[in-house]
Nanobody, 126 residues
């Protein structure tokens, strides 16, 4: 079993930055594909960013490309999402997720992930 705990959310002004963290416990996430998703009220949970377990391949939703960066620190068993130039439309609950058998690839589909955190709220004022 893997437990994922997100942190780092908050209320910021448009144009600001935040760095979300996802700390894993229970097992090492070194060999897992990891992803960040977000869900705004009344909307589906959507893919934001993903990173593969070995080669560190990264991929991003078009809406965040060039502004968000996903990274992984295997020694700390933690995944990060650095968010720059935040926009009001980025406001959502952000979730991290782990896929234990993805192979060395980025996973886009939320139904392929095995473990989820409880989320951290990001609010962006205009």
């Amino acid at each position: 079993q893997v437990q994922l705990v997100e942190s780092g959310g908050g209320l910021v002004q448009a144009g600001s930055s935040l760095k979300l963290s996802c700390a894993a416990s229970g097992r090492t996430i070194m060999s897992y594909a990891m992803g960040w998703f977000r869900q705004a009220p009344g909307k589906e949970r959507e893919f934001v960013a993903g990173i593969s377990w070995s080669s560190g391949k990264r991929n991003y939703a078009d809406s965040v490309k060039g502004r968000f960066t996903i990274s992984k620190d295997n020694a700390k068993n933690t995944v990060y999402l650095k968010m720059n130039s935040l926009k009001p439309e980025d406001a959502a609950a952000y979730y991290c997720a782990a896929d234990v058998d993805a192979g060395d690839t980025v996973v886009f589909r939320k139904d392929e992930y095995d473990y989820w955190g409880h989320g951290t709220q990001v609010t962006v004022s205009s």
